[in-house]
Every structure is written in structure tokens, then in C-alpha cells.
């Protein structure tokens, strides 16, 4: 069975060593079937071991507005990383602390989207 597992640890309880330690283990992990895979885009002022900021982070054009279209890209192409090691590995890791967050105020349908999602792979 293939897992996308979500840490979404709030900010100050430790997330960036779990991050830190599963970004410095990666072959480790991937020898048991786990794959804590790189960030394919950089925000700024977001620690690049971030590799589920893409589910939730917003893109600023330069002048100070929000880039929704980039927005969508990135969570494309993000989820079609995740898909594409889905082929490699049964378990794959994502990690951010704004997931939380976004879990209460903006992004409120993204654990039944990342179903929605699983399923639809599943099918196809």
C-alpha cells in the first residue's frame, strides 16, 4: 500500500531537526522503502527541507502580490514529484509547519484533496 505521510509540526516543536534528520537520512530511508523528497521550488525565507511547502505556500510577484498562477504550478508539479516516487517507493514523507496552519484558515480541503488525489493515481 502507498502512505503520503503529512508533518505538520507547529513551529518551535522541534520540525526543522525532524526535517534536518530525514533530509541527512534519505538513503537510509529509502533502503526500507521511505523517500523524504527534495524541494523542487525555494520560497524565500522558507528552509529549503521544507519539501511540503509546496502544498500549502504562497508565491510573491516582485511587485508584492500574490502569484496564485505560479502558486498552482508549483503545487502541480509538487504532486507530480510525489506520483513519480510513488514508483520507486511505497511510503513517501512531506513535511512543513504552515501546513498546519493552513489546515485551519486557508487550505481547509487539503487532506481530502491529497485523498481525492491517491485515488485518482490509484485508478489510472
Known amino acids: ?3 503520503l505521510y503529512l508533518h505538520v509540526g507547529t513551529p518551535k516543536t522541534a520540525t526543522t531537526s525532524i526535517q534536518s534528520f530525514l533530509n541527512k537520512n534519505k538513503d537510509v530511508l529509502e533502503k526500507y522503502g521511505y523517500c523524504y523528497p527534495a524541494s523542487l ?6 528552509n529549503p ?6 502544498l500549502v505556500g504562497n508565491v ?11 502558486e498552482k504550478i508549483y503545487l502541480e508539479e509538487g504532486l507530480k ?9 511505497d511510503n513517501v514523507i512531506l513535511s512543513d509547519e504552515s501546513i498546519w496552519r493552513a489546515l485551519s484558515y486557508t487550505r481547509k480541503t487539503l487532506l481530502s484533496d491529497l485523498r481525492s488525489i491517491g485515488e485518482k493515481w490509484i485508478s489510472d
Open 49 to 54: 527541507i521544507r519539501n511540503g511547502h509546496f
Open 41 to 46: 521550488h525555494r520560497y524565500p525565507d522558507v
Open 1 to 3: 500500500m502507498k502512505t
Open 60 to 70: 510573491i510577484k516582485e511587485d508584492g502580490t500574490r502569484d496564485t498562477d505560479q
Open 81 to 89: 514529484q510525489v506520483e513519480d516516487y510513488f514508483k520507486k517507493v
